[in-house]
């Protein structure tokens, strides 16, 4: 075998993959209730889930992109770590009191919709992604009869 070629698996995983888009699809629909509630069983805030959640879609499709879609699903990460760093959601401040410390939260409203519109955005994209790749469709167009590739 040269160097520049694969041997094919016998192993098919597409209906591993299936699972994978679904299980994260669904996490993304189930903390869109409210993306600043803090979810205890997926541990982390609705805003934080839908991001990774997205980051795991995108990984799912990379493989049928082209340069350019690649190079824009990497901008769209870049873009959601950097607003995150530099536009954080939570505010936290240390108030000094008699009793103590006291740690009080409070929710940056303008920072918050800066990220939800964009994590819109890059969710709109990995949606329209999937549907190119035809993840979001059943048919038996291939060359090998394999409907989910």
Do not use: C
Request: negative net charge.
């Amino acid at each position: 075998m040269g160097e520049t070629e694969i041997d094919k698996s016998g192993y098919n995983e597409a209906s591993f993959k299936m699972q994978r888009l679904h299980e994260s699809q669904r996490r993304i629909s189930y903390v869109n209730q409210d993306l600043l509630k803090y979810y205890h069983e997926l541990n982390g805030f609705g805003y934080i889930v839908k991001k990774s959640e997205l980051g795991n879609l995108f990984q799912e499709v990379w493989g049928k992109l082209d340069d350019a879609n690649k190079k824009k699903v990497k901008d769209l990460k870049v873009m959601m770590d950097n607003i995150l760093e530099l536009f954080p959601i939570q505010v936290v401040k240390i108030i000094i009191g008699a009793a103590g410390e006291k740690k009080i939260a409070s929710i940056n409203n303008e920072n918050f919709k800066r990220f939800s519109d964009l994590l819109f955005e890059a969710h709109s994209y990995v949606n329209e992604l999937l549907e190119k790749a035809g993840y979001s469709t059943f048919t038996i167009e291939a060359d090998d009869g394999d409907p989910y590739n």
